[in-house]
């Protein structure tokens, strides 16, 4: 019975390892072309609002399929729609490798945003269903470590490339690094979640997660946080570059500064959910969000980045962390559903918001997107903190 129970322990920790490199390995794809707009937009003569699709198109492409894959986790299991996700990713990644335009690496990078839909949403529902819920979010954290990790990885690979080599040595890397979590993911990740084939339609699912109000407010909430946070952020490392001359490897480097505010809230998760309660993180979250991009949109020079993407990221995560226990458990009945219209959301605002700002940046500048994300943050942090203080 003992080495039963080693062996379970030993599986359980190995399908969590192999969840964090899939999480990394998706969040470098998602952010690996945001130092890269000024080499594409160069390679092929495009403006930065036209090469921006590149991200915009994937973030829309990411959010729509969510639709798809937490239904399909909580019927056919969530292990085994990650593994085919990944596999899939590397495949995108490869053919981006050879696109011959920029409308082709738009549609592939689109393409590429539905296959990686189906990774951190599921892997958050997979902890969700394995961790009692006190627990729940010092667990999540331990996640985010991973895709910050590899947010941090993304940005500053993606100047690196731009810098030292081309666009395509960065999206052969990433086909690599897919492959290889894809690889591993097949080979040991059991699917150890039956085929349910008795779920109710996937329609049916989602109307049970948007019928209750608790579920509706952080869907919400979570749109207009997609929105004001990422539509300024993928513009950070371009802003820098024109504004202030600095090549895009060293703007890279200081947006990576944006995943360390996050990461060191994941070092300390469990002793401030403790010390200010998930209301307490919602506040102070946002109020440090509003900080450090009014410190980016007015600071009059570079230098002021590097305290503005810590203070952002610190903030960022302490209300989002909470924000991710809130919705592993507005639906446990259908968690793969639930956590997936979350991303859902999420990603939702964040393909609006750089849509919108895309539009504007050629008259107003970036600039607009810090202002807007400045004033909007810290009334989304007073206004979740507020509703969890009243939740059912």
Same mark, same amino acid.
């Given at each position: 019975m003992v080495d039963v129970t080693s062996q379970q322990g030993q599986a359980t920790h190995s399908s969590f390892f192999l969840v964090a490199c899939a999480g990394f390995a998706s969040m470098v794809?998602?952010?690996?072309?945001?130092?890269l707009l000024p080499d594409l937009a160069e390679s092929f003569q495009v403006s930065t609002g036209v090469a921006a699709g590149s991200i915009s198109l994937f973030v829309i492409a990411y959010g729509a399929l969510q639709l798809v894959y937490g239904p399909l986790g909580d019927r056919y299991g969530k292990q085994r729609i990650i593994s085919f996700a990944v596999a899939a990713s590397a495949l995108l990644n490869l053919a981006l490798v050879f696109a011959p335009s920029m409308s082709a690496i738009v549609v592939l990078r689109g393409l590429a945003g539905a296959a990686t839909?189906?990774?951190?949403?599921?892997?958050?529902a997979y902890i969700g269903d394995s961790v009692p819920y006190a627990e729940r979010q010092g667990v999540l954290a331990k996640f985010m470590?991973?895709?910050?990790?590899?947010?941090?990885?993304?940005?500053?690979?993606?100047?690196?490339?731009?810098?030292?080599?081309?666009?395509?040595?960065?999206?052969?890397?990433?086909?690599l690094l897919f492959g290889a979590v894809a690889f591993m993911l097949l080979r040991t990740l059991p699917p150890v979640e039956p085929v349910n084939p008795d779920r109710k339609s996937f329609l049916r699912q989602?109307?049970?997660?948007?019928a209750i109000p608790w579920a509706r407010r952080i869907l919400l909430i979570a749109l207009i946080e997609g929105g004001f946070v990422f539509s300024a952020l993928v513009f950070i490392p371009?802003?820098?570059?024109?504004?202030?001359a600095l090549s895009l490897t060293a703007a890279g480097a200081i947006v990576a500064l944006?995943?360390? %505010?996050?990461? !060191?809230?994941?070092f300390f998760a469990r002793r401030l $959910?403790?010390?200010? @309660?998930?209301?307490?993180?919602?506040l102070i979250g946002g109020s440090l969000m509003g900080t450090g991009f009014a410190m980016l949109a007015f600071g009059p020079h570079w230098a002021w980045a590097i305290p503005s993407c810590l203070i952002s990221g610190l903030g960022f995560y302490m209300m989002h962390n909470t924000l991710q226990a809130n919705a592993t458990q507005m639906a446990p009945a259908t968690r793969g559903t639930a956590v997936s219209l979350f991303a859902c959301s999420l990603f939702l605002g964040q393909s609006l918001g750089i849509s919108a700002i895309s539009l504007?940046?050629?008259?107003? %500048?970036?600039? !607009?997107?810090?202002?807007?994300?400045?004033?909007? $943050?810290?009334?989304? @942090?007073?206004?979740?903190?507020?509703?969890?203080?009243?939740?059912?």
């Amino acid at each position: 019975m003992v080495d039963v129970t080693s062996q379970q322990g030993q599986a359980t920790h190995s399908s969590f390892f192999l969840v964090a490199c899939a999480g990394f390995a998706s969040m470098v794809g998602m952010r690996i072309c945001d130092a890269l707009l000024p080499d594409l937009a160069e390679s092929f003569q495009v403006s930065t609002g036209v090469a921006a699709g590149s991200i915009s198109l994937f973030v829309i492409a990411y959010g729509a399929l969510q639709l798809v894959y937490g239904p399909l986790g909580d019927r056919y299991g969530k292990q085994r729609i990650i593994s085919f996700a990944v596999a899939a990713s590397a495949l995108l990644n490869l053919a981006l490798v050879f696109a011959p335009s920029m409308s082709a690496i738009v549609v592939l990078r689109g393409l590429a945003g539905a296959a990686t839909a189906g990774i951190i949403p599921l892997s958050m529902a997979y902890i969700g269903d394995s961790v009692p819920y006190a627990e729940r979010q010092g667990v999540l954290a331990k996640f985010m470590s991973a895709t910050i990790l590899g947010m941090i990885s993304g940005q500053w690979a993606g100047g690196i490339f731009a810098d030292l080599l081309n666009w395509q040595a960065a999206f052969g890397v990433l086909a690599l690094l897919f492959g290889a979590v894809a690889f591993m993911l097949l080979r040991t990740l059991p699917p150890v979640e039956p085929v349910n084939p008795d779920r109710k339609s996937f329609l049916r699912q989602m109307g049970n997660v948007l019928a209750i109000p608790w579920a509706r407010r952080i869907l919400l909430i979570a749109l207009i946080e997609g929105g004001f946070v990422f539509s300024a952020l993928v513009f950070i490392p371009t802003y820098l570059h024109d504004r202030f001359a600095l090549s895009l490897t060293a703007a890279g480097a200081i947006v990576a500064l944006y995943g360390a %505010g996050g990461l !060191a809230y994941t070092f300390f998760a469990r002793r401030l $959910l403790a010390r200010f @309660g998930e209301r307490g993180l919602a506040l102070i979250g946002g109020s440090l969000m509003g900080t450090g991009f009014a410190m980016l949109a007015f600071g009059p020079h570079w230098a002021w980045a590097i305290p503005s993407c810590l203070i952002s990221g610190l903030g960022f995560y302490m209300m989002h962390n909470t924000l991710q226990a809130n919705a592993t458990q507005m639906a446990p009945a259908t968690r793969g559903t639930a956590v997936s219209l979350f991303a859902c959301s999420l990603f939702l605002g964040q393909s609006l918001g750089i849509s919108a700002i895309s539009l504007m940046i050629d008259e107003y %500048g970036v600039g !607009a997107a810090f202002i807007a994300s400045m004033i909007a $943050l810290p009334l989304l @942090g007073f206004w979740f903190a507020s509703s969890i203080s009243h939740r059912p």
